[in-house]
């Protein structure tokens, strides 16, 4: 519901109580060098940029009332700048939007008498959302901090079907009892560069199908509980040097996603990326970004993914991309997680790594679940460093999945693991495939182990063209259980130690 204030309407504000005061002329001293002048100190203009300034005559608006105006006097295809002269409490239910249309651009920015002007905070007075974003309309928010409840359980900012929010120059929003930001819809966009959406208690970001997000440089979405972005059909580009870091996909029930259960987003502690219907979420990360150090947890329905967590969808890492330092806590996949049965997909290209990442069971750096999962590790991509405790140090292939390695430059090395089966790197379960067009997998551990499986029909196709294992002794396929079970091993003019 809208809320106004003035312009002869009258509406509720059950939660805007305070009386904030503009920005005021500091008194100048009571004399000059001389004495007996007084030195006026002019009221600084603010730096518009091209924006129309809203109630310029007041210079003592609030947020409140301007946007308010906004609503009833925004012109579609209009620039608008709302300036945030001091800290405000903001009730729910404020639309970036018009009675008489939308298509318009608004800013939120901080404004006060000194340059930089101190970042303003606009807090949720009340349990809902503060701001929704109608379509076709867009929000900046431009060295703003928007800060919700911690109670709360609705997001704090909303974003309609082709709405627009973008986070630039030091914008924050954070520490919400719900999500951070909540995509609605198809051709909702949300597009950050030097800005955070941090310790929300729901996650960070939600993404519904069609929706797109943006993370260019220095943008970062961090310390969330339920998991930082979590895509239900919809895609996530991570530009430059961004970074989604320490979020954690704890259990959140009545998450208001709409599923019966909430197993798929127990997972991905960084990213949780979901089919909606038929329309598939995608990851694609490019520039020297990471996801870092997020954590899926222990103990109930988990399935895994420290980092990431595929369900029927795809991810891209180019450039210098990294996945690093992630924790699968109870499960599999300490960094990337594929799940679903229409081909979860990861390609690794470029300098791309996979490295440091911990999963408790199997799968350190990757784990494929159930049927059809790809990964493709091409150029100079490496999976590196990561641990398991108990199976496939770097990565564990299940059933009818597939791994590729296309390249001589691809490395797969300095895994570890406590204990498990064959003492590899890279576990095969039966009925997957492992080709091997190029690339070397090296000490401590290497080779490929296969898993033991009672039925003797259980087929591995592992398949070694030009590539090798290092040092020989570091290299070997390791079967385990009853090696009569093991077929169709193919042998391509490769460097193999039985």
């Not at 809320?3 to 509406?11: C, E, N, Y």
């Not at 499960?331 to 791309?352: C, E, F, I, P």
Request: proline share 5%.
């Amino acid at each position: 519901m809208k809320r106004f204030m003035g312009f002869g309407l009258v509406l509720s504000l059950t939660a805007l109580t305070a009386f904030f005061a503009a920005c005021s002329n500091p008194s100048g001293p009571s004399g000059g060098i001389n004495g007996g002048t007084e030195v006026n100190i002019p009221t600084p203009t603010p730096p518009n940029d091209g924006f129309t300034p809203v109630l310029p005559g007041d210079p003592n608006a609030t947020v409140s009332e301007q946007l308010n105006y906004l609503w009833l006097n925004a012109a579609q295809g209009g620039t608008y700048v709302v300036w945030a002269r001091a800290n405000e409490t903001l009730a729910p239910g404020y639309d970036i939007g018009n009675i008489n249309g939308n298509n318009f651009t608004v800013r939120i920015r901080s404004f006060g008498p000194n340059t930089p002007p101190p970042r303003r905070v606009l807090t949720l007075g009340s349990a809902g959302t503060m701001l929704n974003v109608q379509g076709n309309n867009t929000l900046i928010l431009y060295d703003i901090e928007l800060a919700g409840l911690s109670g709360n359980t609705q997001p704090l900012v909303t974003v309609a079907a082709d709405g627009t929010l973008n986070m630039e120059n030091g914008a924050v929003i954070r520490d919400n009892g719900g999500f951070g930001v909540h995509l609605l819809g198809s051709a909702s966009e949300l597009n950050m560069t030097r800005s955070q959406i941090r310790d929300n208690a729901r996650r960070g970001v939600v993404v519904n199908s069609g929706g797109t997000i943006t993370m260019g440089e220095g943008a970062r979405v961090e310390g969330n509980q339920g998991g930082g972005v979590v895509l239900m059909g919809s895609s996530l580009y991570m530009e430059g040097n961004a970074i989604i870091y320490d979020n954690y996909s704890c259990w959140i029930a009545n998450s208001g996603l709409g599923f019966g259960s909430d197993w798929p987003h127990q997972s991905g502690g960084g990213v949780s990326a979901n089919m909606s219907g038929s329309v598939r979420s995608s990851v694609t990360m490019s520039g020297t970004s990471r996801i870092e150090n997020n954590r899926s947890p222990a103990g109930g329905d988990t399935i895994g993914g420290g980092g990431v967590m595929l369900s029927n969808s795809d991810l891209i890492m180019n450039d210098s991309s990294r996945i690093i330092g992630n924790q699968a806590l109870s499960h599999n996949g300490g960094g990337v997680h594929l799940r679903g049965t229409q081909a979860s997909t990861v390609r690794m290209k470029d300098d791309s790594r996979v490295e440091n990442n911990i999963a408790a069971v199997a799968g350190g750096g990757l784990d494929t679940r159930q049927a059809s999962g790809r990964i493709y590790l091409q150029d100079r991509a490496a999976v590196t460093g990561n641990k398991s405790f108990i199976a496939g140090s770097a990565m564990q292939i299940s059933p009818g999945t597939y791994l590729f390695m296309l390249d001589n430059g691809v490395r797969v090395h300095g895994n570890t693991h406590t204990t498990g089966v064959g003492n590899a790197q890279i576990r095969l379960s039966e009925n997957s495939r492992f080709d091997m067009a190029g690339g070397i997998i090296t000490a401590p551990l290497g080779g490929v182990a296969l898993s033991p499986h009672a039925d003797s029909s259980a087929r591995y196709v592992y398949r070694v063209d030009v590539g090798n294992f290092g040092a020989p002794a570091n290299g070997y396929i390791s079967p385990a259980g009853n090696a009569a079970n093991i077929t169709a091993i193919e042998v391509i003019d490769g460097h193999l130690q039985p």
